[in-house]
């Protein structure tokens, strides 16, 4: 018995062993493209690099189209008796931000206001890529490079309260940003694709080919959402490039981040401090809210050309499907409120996102990111690799997952600074701004000592 006990120990043993080493094995990085053509036809043999000045401008024939189509909208069924926004949307809510929208939202005031900053367009691997860049006023103080990149349903938009907060210099700091903030292709007003295959890593090449463009062959990254992914894989194909990765959605998807996340919820205290258990366990509760609102995410990453025909030519019905996506990611915990989370932010804020939406009609081309962020095996093999680039994690209370930092190090070994904080959502940059350029300015400070640390 003892001898039968002793192999079923050694095998018990060597199991583990084999499973932790497949699961900490990094595999090699897959050979890609870094010239990819994405627009129309075949890559021709000149380029068009120049760099061009840029207004936003909501013309007038737009604006006609858009407020007869509000205007002619069918009336709303109400929601049931005793439900506020716990089956999606609140029509009645609804109805009077779409009457905001259509009367009282001042679209030349809010396209002055974003046009305070410079704006560019510069075509990098076919596409014409948007993007905001803001040089601080400034003497005696290190100016630092940093590309901002939003995520879905956002663009470039997201970051204008936080773009002067990152551009004046700051007593106690010797340095001071000079901000990119990047519409993503197929969002704002970047031009998308026809052509399959342009994933967040693929993304992350051409974004790593627009600030090569722009001058920047090193530079510092702040993003979120599918900004975030889309930073990640720079940070791992490109890490001698990135100074440093600052993510307010801070996320590892190795198999072995998996692993722990999931046997944390047999031994919590072996992955995460008691203080933030509630933000992961018990999976009773994390699964379902998952559940419950990930429905959006399956649609998108499986039939995006769908649900964006469904609401291409109807400006309520896409400011309904968004904004109730916006809410909940904002505060979780209203949907027994008439505005289900929507009043953490600004509505002007709100009715600018859907009318860059709108306008440029980019509906369909940003829900395809999610479908392409599933189909190719590089994706995958690149996430299975850790990156030495310094990270820093702020994370917000409703932002769509936890994970601790034990279980981020995984991917970001070099996780340099990690906040957590009691509230503030998904949308950072417009939620909570000054908190979200507090953490960079920290973080900066933790980046350029690591590698002063590093480079002796």
């Given at each position: 018995m003892f001898k039968s006990f002793t192999i079923l120990a050694v095998a018990i043993v060597g199991m583990g062993v084999v499973t932790n080493y497949y699961l900490q094995s990094v595999p090699d990085m897959p050979n890609l493209d870094f010239d990819r053509w994405w627009g129309d036809?075949?890559?021709?043999?000149?380029?068009?690099?120049?760099?061009?000045?840029?207004?936003?401008?909501?013309?007038?024939t737009m604006l006609e189209d858009l407020r007869m189509r509000l205007r002619n909208r069918r009336p709303y069924t109400p929601p049931l008796e005793g439900m506020k926004s716990e089956n999606g949307i609140n029509?009645?809510?609804?109805?009077?931000?779409?009457?905001?929208?259509?009367?009282?939202?001042?679209?030349?005031?809010?396209?002055?206001?974003?046009?305070?900053?410079?704006?560019f367009k510069t075509r990098v691997q076919g596409l014409d890529i948007h993007y905001i860049r803001v040089k601080p006023e400034t003497k005696g103080k290190q100016v630092l490079p940093m590309l901002l990149m939003h995520g879905w349903p956002s663009s470039s938009k997201e970051f204008d309260q936080v773009i002067p907060m990152l551009t004046t210099p700051r007593k106690g700091y010797d340095f001071v940003f000079e901000v990119i903030a990047v519409d993503l292709p197929g969002y704002g007003f970047s031009e998308g694709t026809n052509k399959p295959g342009l994933n967040p890593l693929q993304i992350g090449i051409l974004m790593k080919n627009l600030m090569k463009r722009l001058g920047f062959d090193k530079f510092y990254i702040q993003a979120g959402d599918w900004g975030s992914q889309v930073a990640t894989h720079m940070c791992t194909v490109f890490p001698d490039d990135i100074l440093g990765f600052h993510t307010n959605m801070p996320v590892s998807i190795r198999l072995i981040s998996n692993l722990k996340y999931f046997l944390g919820s047999l031994f919590p205290s072996l992955v995460v401090e008691d203080k933030y258990r509630h933000r992961m366990y018990p999976l009773s509760d994390t699964l379902p809210y998952l559940m419950r609102e990930s429905g959006y995410y399956h649609l998108q990453a499986t039939k995006p050309d769908t649900i964006g025909a469904a609401i291409t030519d109807t400006p309520a019905g896409m400011a309904a499907y968004i904004f109730e996506k916006i809410a909940v990611v904002s505060n979780k915990n209203q949907l027994n409120t008439l505005h289900g989370g929507l009043e953490s932010l600004a509505l002007d804020d709100l009715i600018d996102t859907a009318t860059i939406l709108w306008a440029n009609e980019r509906i369909t081309t940003s829900m395809r990111l999610y479908a392409e962020a599933f189909i190719t095996s590089e994706i995958f093999i690149v996430h299975e690799i850790p990156t030495k680039v310094p990270t820093a994690a702020i994370k917000f209370l409703h932002e769509i997952i936890y994970q601790p930092d034990c279980i981020l190090r995984d991917k970001f070994p070099n996780l340099v600074h990690s906040t957590t904080l009691d509230f503030g959502g998904h949308f950072a940059g417009m939620h909570t701004?000054?908190?979200?350029?507090?953490?960079?300015?920290?973080?900066?400070?933790?980046?350029?000592?690591?590698h002063e640390k590093n480079d002796k």
């Open positions: 036809g075949n890559k021709p043999k000149q380029e068009d690099e120049t760099i061009r000045p840029f207004k936003i401008v909501f013309n007038e029509t009645i809510y609804l109805e009077k931000i779409l009457n905001y929208w259509q009367d009282e939202y001042n679209f030349k005031e809010r396209a002055d206001l974003l046009n305070r900053y410079p704006h701004p000054k908190e979200l350029a507090d953490d960079v300015f920290e973080s900066v400070v933790e980046f350029i000592k690591f």
